[in-house]
């Protein structure tokens, strides 16, 4: 990138705190470009949002390291993709879940064609508690059991918080959509999880209206 | 469908504490220099464009080429026998006297033991499938990801993923062993319907054969000690039995009982009391499994070790069967050791949990923390009994340096 002598690069201005919006047009204009320092900015900028999605879509899964690189990976070859610096963080969440739904009917796929064996899958989960982490892995085991769209909106919806609006946005559907995707999901999981030792009663409270 | 005011919260909280919030800094920083590597070898949009063109240039012709009959199937995965490179897969192995190894090329290596015979039935980059005709085989299979790998005895089927592990069969008897010294392993066949039976480091399993008119039941069984989750004194099958769901009673709101909306509002020492004032006794007789459950959590939660013990023991008394009585096990383990202050009785519930539940998720936890009731009730043999023990099944694990220690 040519550079006028003494003018600062986008990303050494970054340190001197110019406005969100202006650093990351500066990213996105430098990956476009091939500036590797753009990309590693965005690693440091994004990569906390992008792991901690992974990490409960995923349930602390031991591939958590391929999916977020994979996810990297995609943001650097679809980032023509992005229309304005304001949408690079919603856009950045969106092409995360799709890796993530990528992973999951994948390996969905790999059991139902027997490619892999049905085993559970492993997590790395961070308590140390085994009553925490026994109804974690039961829980991953009941959304395991989910079709991929229907965990991605469960866990969206009731372990991230977001809102049937930033599902919506994040799945690339449409806000009634998300509302029925939500509706099965939540049905189901409540269906599988009654009939878990662990789990029954921690769904006993939830109203079905 | 409109959703109710606190759905999943308690799920959502208890989550939220045992998965955290991401892999942590280190290994994010990880991640960075893996980047730093990628970003080296990133070809630019446009030269992926072009990538792209010859991909899709390339993708014809070979349409073409199998359209003339040429196939590209999998890759072959290659290998040795005994140092012998093999070119064709379904030739009968036998080994006399002396082991035979079969050596492949991404370093995996099956050993057919002395007196036993088999194939290499296919040999692929996604696929190894070995016949056992007779005796035994170990393996030691490096992990690839989509690669499965089998061995065929009888009707049985051992399928592994980075594993290795031993399985013996004799066919005149149609007994099959299968023990597992690192990784995981499904064995599916008779007997084993509907998912099989899976087997994690440090477990075997046994069937013993078959007469006429049924396969014999296998046993689980863990490697130390030989005892088996189905010997006698057992208090319970290995299986976990499901709860009815139509026994489950979602209530409406104003009918859940007092002990029950203060549980759930996290107020366990009043739910405790409420729990007294409708009849403690009474609630552990007629509570159905999950509310007795809840209660055994709230007495707890609120350090009342005796009625804590009270409800874990209405647990595995009136659902025997049940998951729930297992892990009951486990926690009054912990509740007598940390809360009636008894640790030679913690030190009965943590064995028991270890006969039951011998591979199960917390089977690591109890045989640390029978180490730590060993020594805490001066009994220091059975702690160094269950030291090495510990030290030989996780090595790495939590309670490793405590374990070392008491070997000492």
Redesign the interface.
Known sequence: MAMDEGQDTAFEAEGRGRGESETDQAIIDGI?Q?D?RA??LL??RF??LI??MV??LL??DRE??DV??QV??NI??S??DVRAPEALRSWIITVTVNAVRRELRARKY?KIF???????EEH??????????????R?YEVLGRLRAEERIVFTLR??E?CTLEEIAGASGCSLATAKRRL?RA?KKFI?HA???????????????? | MSEGKSDFKRLRRSLVEAVGDGPGEDRIQAQRREMVSLIAHRKRPRQIRLAWSAAAAAAVLLAVLLWIGLSTGEKNLGYSVGGNRVLVAGKSLESVDRPIAVDFDDGSRIEILEGSAGRLMKSTSVQVVFRLDSGKVSADVHHRKNATWSVEAGPYRVTVVGTEFAVSWIPTKKSLDVSVSRGRVLVTGPGLEPKGRRLVKGESLHIPGMTDEQPASPEKTVAEGGQSALSPGSESSPCVEETNPSEKTVTATGGIPAWKALFNDGKYAAAVEAAEKEGFERLLLTLDQGDLWSLSDACRYAREGRKAEDALMAVRSRFPTSGHAKIAAFLLGRVSMELNKDPAAAMKWFKTYLVEEPGAPLAEEAQGRLIKAGLAAGNVEEARKAAKTYIDKYPDGVFAPLAESALQ
Request: hydrophobic share 35%.
């Open positions: 476009r091939g590797p990309a590693l690693h440091d990569a906390p792991n901690g990490w409960r349930g602390a958590h390291d977020v690189q990297f990976v650097f070859e980032i023509e790999r027997h490619l892999v064996p049905d085993l559970p790395d989960f961070r308590s140390q508690d085994p009553e925490k982490r026994q109804l974690a892995a829980c009731y372990l918080g509706a939540r269906v009654s009939r878990d030792v662990t789990l029954s009663s921690m769904v006993e409270e939830v109203h079905d209206e």
